[in-house]
């Protein structure tokens, strides 16, 4: 079975730094991308970017290019988001999402999912 | 950035109705590269169609997405009890990546 698993919850404070982890199984973990998508609490999803684990090349959406950043661990089958000084607006479910590669910059749907990771910033 | 605007905000319907949910966008989405997710609380979304019509594997043959260009179309055949949730369409044509803004289904 293909899944995605993320790590637990995190309460941070402002001004920390965080990363959370996407391990993949089930399937060759550098065949496919890994793409982060944020929902901030009652709101929409957000694609923030995403990660070739193959070579590690990533794209950002410009909304979230120099906020984040994206990283792999392709010897242990898993993607990383990493912040390093946290902002109250960054409380959110963050996912992550496998993609078909089609191209090098031809995109694709996300499938599947993991199963979430609640980020909350609070002072 | 293409922008994606889902129509209507909400679909008030009863089981066993008929849904039609609209996805416009911007611009045109480039080989009709667009997708279609469920999401029901406390879930991660799930995949229904890519490809603007392709069903993805295990989704119900009451699913069905049309469309090319700049408008698309989920329709839910026959409502379930489990298809009310919040759906969102996406577009992979052309980065950045973006979704709509989202339609709920709920019960009438």
């Known amino acids: 079975e293909v899944q995605l698993v993320q790590s637990g919850a995190e309460v941070k404070k402002p001004g920390e730094s965080l990363r959370i982890s996407c391990k993949g199984s089930?399937?060759?973990?550098?065949?496919?991308?890994i793409s982060w998508v944020r929902q901030m609490p009652g709101k929409g999803l957000e694609w923030m970017g995403r990660i070739d684990p193959s070579d590690s090349y990533t794209n950002y959406s410009p909304s979230f290019q120099g906020h984040v950043t994206i990283s792999a661990d392709k010897s242990i089958s898993t993607a990383y988001l990493q912040w390093s000084s946290l902002k109250a607006s960054d409380t959110a479910m963050y996912y992550c999402a496998r993609q078909v590669v089609r191209g090098v910059i031809l995109g694709s749907w996300f499938d599947p999912w993991g199963q979430g990771t609640l980020v909350t910033v609070s002072s | 950035e293409i922008v994606l605007t889902q129509s209507p905000a909400t679909l008030s319907l009863s089981p066993g109705e008929r849904a039609t949910l609209s996805c416009g966008a911007s611009q045109s989405v480039s080989s009709s590269y667009l997708a279609w997710y469920q999401q029901k609380p406390g879930l991660a979304p799930r995949l229904l169609i890519y490809?603007?019509?392709s069903r993805a594997t295990g989704i119900p043959d009451r699913f069905s997405g049309s469309g090319s260009g700049t408008d698309f179309t989920l329709t839910i055949s026959r409502l379930e009890p489990e298809d009310f949730a919040v759906y969102y369409c996406q577009q992979y044509g052309s980065s950045p990546w973006t979704f709509g803004q989202g339609t709920k289904v709920e019960i009438k």
């Open positions: 089930g399937y060759s973990f550098t065949s496919y991308w």
């Open positions: 490809d603007a019509s």
